[in-house]
């Protein structure tokens, strides 16, 4: 069983897979937005064109690898085809590409003028798409094809380029058929594991960051060039995540094109030279991450590498701290730092009340800074990294699901309290990449008026890890 496995897919509400999937209630609010807009604008097209008009959601919606928004402002991304329909027949005029766009384009702007849930539709126009903005957190895109029924073809309507030869269908058919059952369903969290690396990974680099389809193609070809392994049975997701993440570094360190699995004269890795460059350094850096988690001596040492790739998406165990001891020796690296958290409400410059390692109740809108006391255990040149995984509806709501901040002995960081629901903060030492010790504190935000005082003390629940020197 792999050491993080539960962490990966468990059913707990912070685990991997479940703070990166879309709720039931968020796939439907999506859901219903679309088919309201469909409902009103595929009428007013069919009369506009006199055509036949049908649409098809794509994407990774359609194949069910949709992640959440994992940064603040980010938005969810439901891409829908428009189809206008006709068999085309020599000798007869139709409407050119643009003309296409054009009905499509105002009237998503008519429904956005009348629809309160739209914040507005772009103006002007994608090259190969209209976008309509929502006031919730996503937008949908409506790339606008020609469909001819009895060829059963699909083209395109771009802007300045014409007809272009595009059609989703048979690829998301090559993914439908790529796995079946229970193999379908880890192939789909692997791909979401992968996209929420990418999520975290890039955000400095962003031109670097592979796209949806280019991650959905390799993790699924290195998912079906793994049969042999899954004879017995599938791995637990951690296992299965490490050998498909060595898998792409061996093919993409080799060559670099990943070639469209339906038109071999489609190359989908379109990064210029640089940011391919710095995707593979990211690439590696997974990959080093990946094999040192897999031969961590139990949950939480794994988790804590893990980590590192995936920043504050990844969950710790829900422990107080994390202890690290020699291997050989049995001594602990270094002592667990204790953190000091004081509460600053409105704009004061005296804490309100100040606590150690747990902050038990506390309103929103206020300051909390968190101080390591013990700060001669920090080694001089530690790296302190602290990590802010938020968690409940509101957070997740606004898509705002953690962040993190390092620095060569940060031994003071200060946050805000914007959401209700217990959240953490974990405070990680590193030397030279390796964890000496964590500590996790939690952190209630309450709709109270102030912090609470004299709070219970927490148990102290410590983790002991075993650390492995690297020679």
């Given amino acids: 069983m792999g050491k993080a496995a539960q962490l990966f897919s468990g059913n707990a509400p912070d685990s991997l897979i479940n703070r990166l999937t879309p709720s039931v209630e968020q796939r439907e609010f999506l859901q219903l937005q679309w088919n309201a807009m469909r409902d009103v604008v595929c009428p007013m097209l069919r009369d506009d064109s006199g055509f036949p008009i049908s649409t098809w959601l794509q994407g990774s919606y359609k194949y069910g690898t949709l992640i959440k928004p994992v940064h603040l402002h980010e938005e969810y991304d439901v891409d829908v085809g428009i189809y206008f329909e006709w068999v085309g027949k020599a000798g007869e005029a139709y409407p050119a590409p643009e003309q296409l766009r054009a009905w499509v384009q105002n009237r998503l702007s008519d429904y956005g003028k009348e629809c309160e849930d739209v914040e507005r539709v772009e103006e002007p126009a994608k090259e190969r798409c209209s976008r309509a ?37 048979p690829i998301y058919k090559w993914f439908r058929d790529a796995a ?15 996209k929420g690396w990418a999520a975290v990974a890039f955000v400095e680099t962003p031109d670097s960051r592979p796209s949806s389809i280019l991650i959905t193609v390799v993790v699924t070809e290195a998912f079906q060039a793994a049969w042999f392994e899954r004879l017995l049975g599938l791995k637990d997701d951690d296992d299965a995540l490490v050998d498909i993440i060595t898998r792409i570094h061996n093919r993409l360190f080799a060559a670099r094109e990943v070639r469209n699995p339906v038109d071999r004269d489609e190359d989908l890795n379109r990064m210029t030279d640089d940011a391919w460059d710095a995707f593979l350094s990211n690439m590696q850096g997974l990959r080093d991450a990946a094999e040192q988690a897999i031969e961590a001596n139990d949950e939480a040492a794994s988790a804590l590498i893990w980590s590192q790739p995936f920043s504050f998406l990844m969950p710790l165990p829900d422990v107080a701290a994390v202890e690290m001891q020699e291997e050989v020796s049995g001594r602990a690296v270094m002592q667990i730092p204790d953190i000091e958290i004081a509460v600053f409400v409105g704009d004061s410059k005296q804490p309100d ?44 709501g606004i898509g705002d699901l953690g962040h993190r901040k390092m620095g060569m002995r940060l031994l003071t960081v200060r946050e805000h309290t914007s959401y209700s629901g217990k959240h953490y903060m974990d405070c990680v030492v590193r030397v030279n990449g390796q964890v000496y010790a964590a500590r996790r504190v939690t952190v209630h935000i309450k709709n109270i008026l102030r912090a609470e005082r004299n709070p219970p003390k927490p148990a102290y629940t410590k983790l002991v890890s075993r650390l492995r020197r690297r020679r």
């Avoid at 060829?151 to 802007?159: G, M, V, W």
């Avoid at 300051?367 to 997740?396: C, M």
Wanted: charged share 30%.
């Fill in 133 to 169: 903005l929502f006031k919730r957190q996503f937008h949908i895109d409506t790339p606008v094809y020609h469909l001819d029924r009895s060829t059963d073809t699909r083209r395109l309507a771009t802007l300045a380029k014409g007809w272009e030869s595009s059609d989703p269908k």
């Fill in 180 to 194: 079946s059952g229970a193999e379908r369903e880890q192939l789909r969290r692997l791909i979401r594991y992968m």
């Fill in 353 to 396: 009340v100040t606590y150690d390692n747990e902050v038990p109740g506390v309103a929103k809108n206020c300051w909390l800074v968190f101080r390591i006391k013990n700060q001669h255990i920090i080694p001089d040149y530690a790296t302190v990294e602290w990590t802010v995984r938020n968690a409940g509806n509101e957070s997740d």
